[in-house]
């Protein structure tokens, strides 16, 4: 047979190959952590002081969550439920981790919190080893504070790659080379190279596009976890006069180096995402953007929301949420589903497709069909078990949000508190002595996720102080 007839069936068989390799083609996936950012603190969510422009040119790309929640109102106990998909209380991981290890609590206070876990057992399966079948190239760069020892640092849970992350929740400082004289936190670990005056949030982009560059071949999976905007407060000197002069003419919000920290946290956002699109890789990427928990009130004003981090009002667990994934995801759509933390893995498991091998019994459920198909979830109800006294608020206790409304209850004090958030975002209106039967529903309800759950209990403290 000439080379003329046997051409067709070559060419034939090469275009069936290319579209099986499109078909097989995985979306990479880049999930954007930032720490402490609060829900107002962006323009896209309703902020007139914070610069964002590139963050609401993401939102507008995508789609907008206005009532996400994170599932504790501090960091560590989130993270774990991001990476895992199941909620702190049944990973018995309630509280960060240098809090439990030295047992932060009054001595006269009601409760004693419980001994949770430091860490996330390494038989959980995280994201990065749910997609070990899938050839997925996978890189946790900064933040990590979800193991106290080395033994349970991303490599060892999944991560191909450990960039910047180590036991600590916050760098000794955001200048390199990242030093400090401390016996608690002297240097950042697992970050080589380092350059005298660089700005770590700088620093930490130009690994994650460095990451992409080197695996754009492949799917990807990036988890990148800024230390920003968490204190200690540190920003550049010019962004930080520039702010100094807006809180000239602002009444209201509070920090001018926090500004900065924002600012720069945008640039460097927008930064990857032009890296990303420069690479031909825009339409094939999922791109999630989160914050860990509300804003630190000693540095943001969270108006409306009460309260900020450490708090399980609407201040210390709502957060800013959105996602990215061009044709797939409406432009410039929102959500007003209540959706909460641990609900990122499955969604991410479910986007991918196919193949994934994820943990059992997971807590979240995928918010693919709110995403993609703009429809509802049939979940009614949100819980979060936090026993244990954070040192912004010192106020263990839990909540449920069923619906509209949302039960408070304070272990210490004790005290219960009932809102209607939807007209009382602000959390103002106590309607639990109006509506006693809807408290004790929501009690019920919470009692029975609990048994569901088993989470390590806290105990009544036996020398507590008599009032």
Known sequence: MRCYKILPF????????????????????????????????????????????????LRSEGMKFTQAYSASPVCSPTRASILTGKNPATLHFTGHITSIGKHRFPKDGQIIPPDDKMYVPL??????????????????????????????????QGFDFNIA???????????????????????????????EDEYLTDR????????????????????????????????????????????????IQKNATYAAMIENMDFNVGRLLTAVDKMGLTDNTIVIFY????????????????????????????????????GKIP???????????????????????????PGENLDGVSLAPILTEGNSLSRDELYWYYPQYSPQAKMPGYAIRKGNYKLIECYDPKRV???????????KNNLAKDYPDKVLELQESFQTWLKQTQPILHTLNPNRTKS
């Open 10 to 57: 070559i060419i034939v068989a090469l275009f069936t190959q290319m579209n099986i390799w499109s078909q097989e083609k995985r979306p990479n996936v880049i999930l954007i952590l930032v720490d402490d950012l609060g829900w107002q603190d962006l323009g896209c969510y309703g902020s007139n002081f914070y610069e964002t422009p590139n963050i609401d040119k």
């Open 123 to 156: 038989e959980e399966v995280m994201i990065p080893e749910a997609l070990l079948n899938l050839g997925y190239a996978t890189a946790s760069i900064g933040k990590w504070h979800v193991g106290i020892e080395e033994k349970y640092f991303p490599t060892h």
């Open 165 to 195: 992350g180590y036991e600590h929740g916050s760098p000794p400082t955001y200048w390199g080379p990242y030093e400090k004289d401390s016996d608690w936190n002297p240097i950042i670990k697992n970050l080589y190279e380092r350059k």
């Open 204 to 251: 930490l982009t130009d690994e994650a596009i460095g990451f992409i560059s080197d695996h754009k071949e492949r799917p990807f999976f990036l988890y990148l976890s800024h230390y920003g905007v968490h204190t200690p407060l540190e920003a550049p000197k010019n962004l930080v006069e520039k702010y100094k002069t807006k809180l000239k003419n602002n009444p």
């Open 291 to 326: 914050s860990d928990n509300g804003g630190e009130g000693k540095v943001t004003d969270n108006s409306p929301l009460r309260e900020g981090k450490g708090y399980l009002y609407e201040g210390g667990i709502r957060v800013p949420l959105m996602v990215k994934w061009p």
């Open 331 to 357: 432009k410039n759509s929102t959500s007003e589903i209540p959706v909460i933390s641990d609900d990122l893995y499955p969604t991410i498991i479910d986007l991918i497709g196919k193949g994934t091998r």
């Open 417 to 427: 508190e009932l809102f209607d958030l939807v007209n009382d975002i602000e959390e």
